[in-house]
């Protein structure tokens, strides 16, 4: 606290992002990273841009956005890029998302939503998941000012299909639906089809999970071009360069090594359904998730208990204290021997 702080900082509470510990010999299942690494492409790419560091990065990063648009078949006019999906959506909130009804989400979701809220002054209500941690289109059918879903919604994992989606946009013609898809290469239906036949959709994506790059900070978002031409102009009255050379080098090489990423994420979502196996057979209420990490509880332990005895055996898992999800562990499916290792320790504790 200091008499130098604009108001608006005294009413923050920020968002608290998951440990990353300083000791090696932890077991990382805390905060949804890739256990393997990126493309090797991606360090060559890397490497290759060193030369360039005496100068300025490109300010409209051309060649991802040109590289994100090839691939998800849009325009580049239609695909901004930010560092991370974090600051994307930031942007989002700032510039798209602040009207005058509420701007709804679930109840359980991302934690970042409400903080961004708090930054940028967006009134909003949080519409509860059913009692299977679902979002319900139906409960969206209430005035507000816009929507945003994380879709596989996060912490629970579980995913809404594309209809749905369509549906929940098509019920929205005047409000802006934005639609997280920061796990959907895990298993579930991207909307960036859809983007073509509604201009009231904003479809966020990262290269921190799915491709392996969480260090080094690349998102985007597609949607139409004045929703773009809105995030556009928050950046640029910002940060003009948001990513550094090396970052849109090796974010460009990690798009296009399309065989690394296939193989990376179906290894994971495989490892991903042995594990929620494996904790089911253990007596876990394990949800269905379509996401690289699996939300699960267990009848008899609760979640901070249980996340306690895991990281005192070295194994980091997330819990949140929140009503409705205290009992609950977010665990990141990692390697093979990663996830075994938890279920071992996870079968002595319970
Ligand atoms: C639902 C969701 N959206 C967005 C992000 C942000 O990811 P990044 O800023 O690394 O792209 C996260 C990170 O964990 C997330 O869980």
Same mark, same amino acid.
């Given at each position: 606290?200091?008499? /130098?702080?604009s ?36 360090? $060559? ?26 691939? +998800? ?40 939503f ?16 059913? $009692? ?28 809404l ?13 005047d ?7 920061? +796990? ?16 009231n ?18 998102? /985007?978002a ?18 003009? +360069? ?31 359904? $042995? ?8 007596g ?6 379509? $996401? ?27 819990? /949140? ?30």
């Open positions: 606290m200091s008499r /130098f702080w108001p608006v900082v005294h009413g923050l509470s920020p968002y608290v992002p998951g440990e990353q510990p300083k000791l090696d010999n932890l077991i990382k299942l805390n905060t949804n990273e890739n256990p393997y690494p990126p493309s090797p492409r991606v360090l $060559a790419a890397i490497t290759a841009a060193t030369d360039r560091l005496r100068l300025y990065p490109d300010p409209s990063a051309a060649s991802l956005r040109e590289t994100i648009a090839a691939y +998800y078949k849009v325009a580049p006019e239609e695909v901004f890029a930010g560092n991370g999906s974090d600051e994307v959506l930031a942007h989002t909130f700032q510039g798209l998302l602040k009207h005058d009804g509420p701007l709804l989400f679930p109840d359980i979701t991302y934690s970042f409400p903080v961004w809220c708090q930054l940028y002054g967006v009134s909003h209500e949080a519409v509860p998941l059913d $009692a299977a941690m679902r979002i319900e289109i139906a409960d969206y059918r209430r005035p507000c000012g816009a929507i945003i879903i994380p879709n596989p919604n996060a912490p629970t994992g579980i995913a299909s594309r209809d749905a989606i369509e549906q929940l946009v098509s019920e929205h013609p409000q802006l639906v934005v639609i997280d898809e920061a +796990y959907v290469d895990f298993g579930a239906d991207s909307a960036v089809p859809l983007v073509a036949r509604h201009d959709l904003l479809v966020i994506q990262t290269l921190s999970k799915s491709r392996a790059l969480a260090g080094l900070r690349v998102g /985007f597609i949607g139409q071009k004045p929703l773009i031409e809105a995030l556009e102009r928050v950046k640029d009255s910002f940060n003009s +360069y948001p990513h550094g050379g090396l970052a849109i080098a090796g974010a460009v090489a990690a798009i296009k090594d399309d065989a690394w990423f296939q193989q990376t994420r179906r290894r994971i979502m495989t490892s991903r359904d $042995a594990l929620s196996r494996g904790l089911t057979d253990l876990f209420e394990v949800l269905p998730s379509a $996401a690289n990490f699996v939300f699960a509880r267990h009848p008899r332990h609760g979640g901070a208990d249980l996340a306690a005895r895991l990281r005192a055996h070295g194994v980091l898992v997330r819990h /949140f204290g929140k009503p409705r999800i205290a009992d609950y562990l977010r665990i990141t499916v990692g390697t093979d021997e990663e996830c075994a290792r938890l279920i071992d320790l996870a079968a002595g504790l319970i």
